[in-house]
């Protein structure tokens, strides 16, 4: 898969979107490590195929709808990239809806494969880890 860092993230998420577990198994390496520890609910991390899997699963079990978009894909290196995003839910129970424009996921790919992801609940945290400045907001 020739994918660049930036498209192999991009396509991650547009199939996540579809809960196209299969196809995501293309994009994510078989170890892939998907750190969500400093999230408020749920802190984890996921592990493998089996850990996006079950991570999907989770989001499923709670979350009536929800959705990811993606404000940017930044590109920090041949390797790394910044995704600072948007994302709104509903809960499955309470129907509680909630939206967060703070977030952002760091990403690392090696050749055409997500490897390591990390959910940063501040984005700042995400542009300061990769030593680049955060783009002014508009």
């Known amino acids: 898969m020739g994918l660049t860092p930036v498209e192999a993230v991009r396509r991650a998420f547009e ?10 198994r293309e994009l994510f390496d078989p170890e892939v490590v998907y750190d969500c520890s400093q999230r408020v609910l749920n802190p984890e991390v996921y592990v493998g195929h089996e850990g996006i899997a079950r991570l999907t699963d989770e989001v499923e079990a709670v979350w009536a709808q929800f959705d990811i978009v993606f404000e940017d894909l930044i590109e920090v290196d041949g ?30 790919v090696r050749g055409g494969k997500i490897v390591h ?22």
Request: aromatic share 6%.
């Open 79 to 108: 390797e790394r990239v910044i995704a600072p995003m948007t994302s709104s839910a509903r809960g499955r129970a309470s129907g509680i809806e909630l939206t967060d424009t703070d977030a952002a996921t760091t990403f690392t």
């Open 117 to 138: 992801a990390k959910l940063y609940p501040d984005r700042a945290d995400a542009f300061a880890e990769a030593g680049i400045p955060q783009p002014k907001s508009e």
């Open 15 to 24: 199939i996540w979107a579809t809960r196209d577990l299969e196809t995501m």
